[in-house]
């Protein structure tokens, strides 16, 4: 029977393995003070890297994982409607306004929740307070200072007022703006871009009439652009990702709960790339595009402020902005395109339960929480990636939600890397509030680490935009590639010293055979050499010229094993017992920082990849091999990513690759992937099917979606695509992504 898959033989159970290695003693000129274990020798007399150099180390794996709910304590905020919930770093979330539902008050208060006591307290604040409102704007910029923009007070007036709050002092500011202050509004959607604050749809007027427009705000003159037509919406998200504004869910001009997703292309627009302008120039910039300017109702400037507002006041009135639009605004200046999403098993419903959407790496999720309107198997994490268009499920609702609870507001840190659920108990006898303690609104917080779940975070850098749907999947998958020093750097990888490249040290791996003798014969230093690699006998591949300045730097083993002078600090060699494409693409990792696939194109590479940032304890190569690997699953590799996976403790991916495998079984079990997992393996894998399942094929397949089943919608080879601004496109195309789409 095979040996157990542990850390010391995984790589050589998938990929093949070389020949024994012999252990000896430790080298005399290692350290009797060593941090990192002894170094072992091969019959060429370079050295082995151990497989497992951190003892006794905690697993770093998602075994088990679920968001822990915490109880809050102090002035915990009750039963707020339409309030703003943000994360404002240091640990602290930040909660204004909103309309209690119990007393139908309307308030202007500033609440923030310590994440480390889990403690809410009432913030005293100075300076120009703005008045109560609800359905607003918070935006957190540059870190320290809060944006609120728009909503309604207690009187049902739409405002259109910015007041920016100052979270180190306390204090709030009224800026004096200038241009043509959009319509008021409530529930819109805001976002950031280049110092220029986006505003997107809401509702406005007595008939809360949906806005469908786009305007920004230049944040270093305070001016406000004009409104141009966009997409009518309210209660939706917005977000700004390769020069493109993604507009997604929220509530239809008809009060349809939908699923369309809009964007609209700012780049190469002279409108949204320079400062706003307004008067006689832009009324000339207009009439050149065809589109008259809308007339302007002007009235004088408001007595106190441009906010509409008194100092220190509640409630107190003024006249409206003075540049308020009257007429309905021109189309938005570039392409403007939507999709509509049909149906799919990765798809989420939208017109059913409570969904959160908010934004990390280019990517959208949606959280579908517990309600009583929705079956709590219909709960789910589901992330849509902004450049492919497709959708994934990251988590099933019974993993994610503890039952029990209603959540009510999200909120996500500006690294992109946590997001919270806010919200309360729904059973008042599960619940230690006290009487009517269940209608405690912010009552409870559930913190959600997406790097579990193998999100990168907003550090991520979108590649130049093309025609991603059309490219294979390692193409058009984003990840961020090599440069500055990284690229720089990486010239100088694998150089023979001959060829002055600097390089001092030299790395050996098992000889796969992947590789053309030619290539490595014209690499080689000497005559000597080219006999060793190219002998029939041997296991060794040629060797990976680095510098140990790079290894030390970014390599915390290795510095650990260098620092303590063991056998490698003398010899200059190290061996490390893997595969020579996935040792290569290591090393290569360790000068760019980046797997990016024309770096390392091979999914079975990154699994292998994955295994060492394992071993070697190193979470960033961690995270970036679980994000690949996930976003590009497919049959030729689904079982080596499942069994590396397990392997290196990624039980989330390993889950995402086991229920794969399963809904193309019969696709899976005759790639060679499946071929090469070892028999202990292959009893793993069928352990993985529910105690309920069992086989299906043929038309009964087309029920559960398999093989992109179409009968319930569930797959289908035509997309209709855009190809411009309000135009649509028919084209045939072959899909497996299970998934139908409506572009226009």
């Not at 007595?206 to 806005?211: A, F, G, I, P």
């Not at 003159?221 to 037509?229: D, G, H, L, V």
């Not at 990840?479 to 060829?499: M, R, V």
Request: hydrophobic content about 35%.
């Amino acid at each position: 029977m095979a040996q157990p898959s542990t850390p010391a033989n995984a790589l050589h159970s998938i990929f093949g393995s070389g020949a024994p290695i012999q252990l000896s003693n430790q080298n005399q000129h290692s350290s009797s003070t060593a941090v990192a274990p002894g170094s072992a020798t091969s019959s060429n007399n370079t050295f082995l890297m151990p497989n497992s150099p951190v003892k006794g180390r905690q697993s770093s794996g998602n075994y088990n994982y679920r968001p822990k709910v915490t109880r809050t304590l102090g002035q915990r905020p009750a039963c707020l409607v339409n309030a703003s919930v943000t994360y404002c770093g240091n640990n602290q979330i930040y909660a204004f306004g909103g309309f209690d539902q119990y007393t139908d008050e309307v308030y202007n208060h500033v609440l923030k929740l310590d994440m480390v006591s889990h403690q809410w307290s009432l913030v005293d604040n100075y300076g120009d307070i703005p008045g109560v409102r609800m359905g607003h704007t918070a935006t957190l910029y540059q870190g320290d200072k809060l944006l609120i923009f728009g909503g309604e007070n207690e009187h049902r007036t739409y405002l259109s007022d910015l007041i920016i709050f100052d979270l180190k002092t306390a204090h709030w500011t009224q800026p004096a703006v200038s241009g043509p202050v959009p319509k008021g509004r409530a529930r819109h959607a805001t976002v950031l871009h280049d110092d220029k604050l986006f505003i997107v749809g809401g509702i406005t007027g007595h008939n809360n009439y949906v806005l469908d427009d786009i305007c920004y705000l230049d944040l270093k003159t305070f001016t406000w652009s004009r409104a141009w037509k966009f997409v009518g919406r309210f209660d939706h998200s917005v977000y700004l990702w390769g020069d493109r504004v993604w507009v997604f869910g929220g509530l239809s001009e008809d009060m349809d709960k939908i699923g369309d997703i809009w964007w609209l292309d700012l780049k190469g627009s002279p409108a949204f790339d320079s400062a706003p302008v307004f008067g006689s120039l832009d009324r000339q910039a207009s009439l050149s595009r065809g589109s008259p300017r809308p007339p302007f109702t002007i009235a004088p400037p408001p007595a106190v402020g441009s906010s509409g507002y008194a100092a220190n006041s509640s409630s107190a009135q003024v006249n409206p902005p003075s540049f308020q639009l009257t007429a309905s605004p021109p189309v938005a200046p570039g392409a403007i395109s939507s999709l509509k999403f049909m149906s799919g098993p990765n798809v989420p419903a939208q017109g059913s339960g409570m969904h959160f959407h908010v934004y990390t790496s280019g990517t959208l999720l949606d959280f579908v929480t517990p309600t009583t309107t929705i079956n709590p198997q219909e709960c789910c994490l589901s992330s849509l990636e902004l450049d492919t268009l497709r959708w994934q499920k990251l988590a099933e609702g019974r993993e994610l939600f503890k039952p029990g609870y209603r959540w009510h507001y999200c909120t996500m840190n500006e690294e992109g890397t946590k997001a919270w659920l806010l919200g309360c108990p729904n059973d008042p006898t599960a619940t230690d509030l006290g009487p009517g303690g269940f209608e405690e609104y912010l009552s409870d917080i559930m913190e959600i680490d997406l790097r579990r779940y193998g999100l990168l975070g907003n550090n991520l850098v979108p590649e130049p935009r093309a025609e991603m749907s059309r490219l294979p999947s390692a193409d058009r998958t984003v990840l961020q590639s090599s440069k500055g020093l990284g690229q720089d750097l990486a010239k100088l990888f694998n150089q023979a010293p001959e060829t002055g490249s600097g390089t001092d040290f030299t790395i050996t791996a098992q000889k796969d055979g992947d590789w053309d003798d030619d290539e490595f014969v014209s690499s080689m230093a000497s005559q000597e050499q080219q006999s060793i690699w190219l002998s029939p006998n041997a296991t060794t591949s040629p060797p990976i010229y680095v510098h140990k300045l790079i290894l030390q730097a970014r390599w915390p083993h290795f510095a650990r094993l260098y620092n303590a002078q063991m056998a490698e600090f003398h010899t200059k060699k190290m061996h490390i017992p893997s595969p020579y494409t996935v040792v290569k693409a290591f090393l290569y990792y360790l000068y760019t920082d980046s797997i990016h696939p024309r770096d390392c194109g091979d999914l079975n590479d990154v699994a292998g990849l994955l295994v060492l940032s394992d071993i070697y304890n190193i979470p960033h190569l961690r995270l970036l091999c679980v994000n690949r690997l996930s976003k590009e699953l497919d049959v030729d590799h689904a079982c080596t990513i499942w069994h590396c996976a397990g392997t290196a403790n990624e039980d989330w991916l390993r889950r995402t690759a086991a229920n794969f495998c399963l809904l193309h079984w019969g696709r899976v079990v005759r790639t060679q992937g499946f071929l090469k997992l070892p028999r202990n393996a292959l009893v793993e894998l069928s352990q993985e099917i529910d105690m309920e399942g069992r086989v299906v094929g043929g038309e009964e397949l087309e029920y559960v979606g398999g093989l992109g089943g179409a009968r319930f919608g569930f797959g289908g080879a035509t997309r209709k695509a855009s190809i411009g601004s309000y135009s649509t496109q028919h084209i045939e195309s072959e899909t497996d992504e299970n998934e139908e789409m409506e572009m226009s």
